[in-house]
């Protein structure tokens, strides 16, 4: 038995749903976890995923801003978790939990805050935001429900790696790649015993980038990208991977987001 789990900031669900419906026709994942909806739940386009067989939903929007939903081919439990990080009343993190075989499966979507421009907590509030978000997904452990394994997705807004960005050097004071977030970052998968299953199939030195910048005149041309959406699990999935894509010709798609898909598929 295969099990695909995708993950995309979608930057407007309703916006994009002809695009997402597209993905999901062509792909079709047995789960998707959007972030950035920027839609509230009572808004969410459930017909249109019920029409692609995508009749198991948990969202956790708000108008105009943030937001992460999940949809399902597979029954999820009721067993929904809907976490305030920082406790300022954002939509930013969904988890799930479904049966796979033999294994059940805690899925959390997250969508980090992105920071702002300066890295100064001083002088850039959402800085210090994306900071103490982090330190709180200290606490997620991939084991931390005995008899149930976890994956975690999402846009995390950190590009961890040398080589998750266009340049190490010229990106080390640009919010993303700072060493604060890169570290913090770091510390949260190996303190939550996470796997990075991105790099676990394509290790370093291999670029990785899930995110082209909408102000590139020609983003294709310039590659200048950063992995900024990942997939985790833990270990005991991490066993069972058989392959990572990255659909980067979705940065192509009419009216993009300016983050692609990326799609796990493990044999379980």
């Not at 808004?43 to 029409?51: D, Q, S």
Request: with cysteine; hydrophobic share 40%; charged share 25%.
């Amino acid at each position: 038995m295969t099990l695909s789990i995708a993950t995309w900031n979608i930057n407007s669900v309703r916006l994009r749903m002809p695009l997402v419906s597209d993905f999901l026709v062509r792909f079709q994942p047995d789960i998707l976890c959007l972030q950035e909806t920027k839609c509230p739940n009572e808004l969410f386009p459930v017909k249109a995923f019920e029409a692609l067989g995508y009749g198991h939903m948990a969202m956790h929007g708000q108008k105009g801003y943030h937001g992460v939903a999940t949809l399902s081919r597979l029954p999820l439990t009721e067993l929904v978790d809907r976490r305030d990080y920082c406790g300022v009343g954002d939509a930013r993190h969904l988890s799930v939990v479904f049966s796979h075989g033999s294994k059940r499966i805690r899925l959390h979507n997250f969508y980090v805050p992105a920071g702002g421009d300066e890295p100064d907590r001083t002088i850039n509030k959402k800085f210090g935001h994306k900071l103490d978000f982090l330190e709180e997904m200290k606490l997620l452990h991939a084991e931390a429900d005995a008899g149930v394994s976890s994956i975690l997705v999402g846009d995390l807004n950190v590009a961890p790696l040398e080589h998750d960005v266009w340049s190490h050097k010229q990106l080390l004071k640009i919010v993303s790649h700072t060493p604060v977030e890169t570290e913090g970052l770091t510390s949260i998968m190996t303190g939550g015993a996470w796997v990075d299953l991105m790099r676990q199939h394509t290790p370093s030195p291999e670029k990785l980038y899930t995110w082209w910048s909408y102000r590139a005149k020609d983003w294709e041309a310039a590659d200048r990208g950063r992995r900024l959406d990942h997939i985790w699990s833990s270990a005991d999935l991490a066993t069972h991977l058989r392959q990572v894509e990255i659909i980067k010709e979705a940065r192509g798609w009419e009216r993009p987001s300016d983050h692609v898909p990326v799609i796990a598929t493990f044999d379980l």
